[in-house]
């Protein structure tokens, strides 16, 4: 099995429904889809959707062959939001956390599957001011209350996404500059240490320890050009899995977003 991670950063976009703006030049070809047909992933997670069910063009809800499970804002339209494609049967699908100031702005997908349940999850940005980045701790914090109680129910779980956190000096081109820049505080930092203390497993580091390995880069300043990025985007695993987890791949040649996909593989 192979499940994918990819901050799409507007979902009307990626499939062409709203017209992609390079230089002088428009395009409305279908990435996603063409991405999606390609990799043929059993399930794909998508953050920043940006979108709504109904306000996607019906034929380009869900790739053919795909269920497709929706969360979205609703504090205003246009921002954050997830989905999950799914080609494994879902038993069950929750969008809510129980805790109305996260659950109002969309950002958490979760499936169960036999033998595990799977976390779609667009963290916080805190890059707008200090209490975005309150905000975004205690998101961190009312997420790791909501998996110990799944997990204390015997549930096995993989938890992607966009974390908008970097979690050590390896996982950005430029640590010493960014020390005091949201993404790389220190107190989101810890938030990552506390997953792992907690019993989480980091899937590309199983398998990865090299540098210049990054999921997002700056569009502005065409960083990816230069890979001048961040690891932001990944695939966190219960350690009750660890013998499941074959391989986690980082794919910065997919274009169609400033992230790039990540897919772990595993045998279930």
Known sequence: MNIITWNINGYRSVVGQNPRKVGD????????????????PDIICLQE????????????????????????SKARKGYSGVVTFSKIPVENAV??????????????????????????????????????????????????????KLREKGRKLIMCG???TAHNEIDLARPKENEKTSGFLPEERVK?????????????????????????????????????GWRIDYHFFTQDLTDKVKGCKIYPEVMGSDHCPVEIILDI
């Not at 030049?25 to 043929?40: G, R």
């Not at 109305?100 to 667009?122: A, C, H, K, V």
């Open 95 to 148: 969008s809510e956390i129980g805790v109305e100031i996260f659950d109002i702005e969309g950002r958490i997908m979760q499936t169960d599957y036999e033998g595990f349940s799977l976390l779609n999850i667009y963290f916080p940005n805190g890059g707008r001011g200090i209490e975005r980045v309150d905000y975004k701790l205690k998101f961190y914090d009312a997420i790791a209350v909501y998996t110990n």
């Open 49 to 72: 959707t940006k979108s709504e069910p109904e306000q996607i063009k019906p034929h380009l809800q869900a790739p053919e062959g795909y269920t497709a499970n929706y969360n979205w």
């Open 25 to 40: 030049k428009k395009f409305t070809d279908n990435l996603l889809f063409e991405y999606i047909y390609s990799s043929k």
């Open 192 to 228: 990552l240490d506390e997953l792992v203390e907690n019993g989480w497993v980091d899937a590309f580091r199983q398998f990865n320890k090299e540098p210049e390995n990054y999921t997002w880069w700056d569009q502005k300043t065409r960083a990816r050009d230069r890979n001048i």
């Open 162 to 164: 966009d974390y908008n």
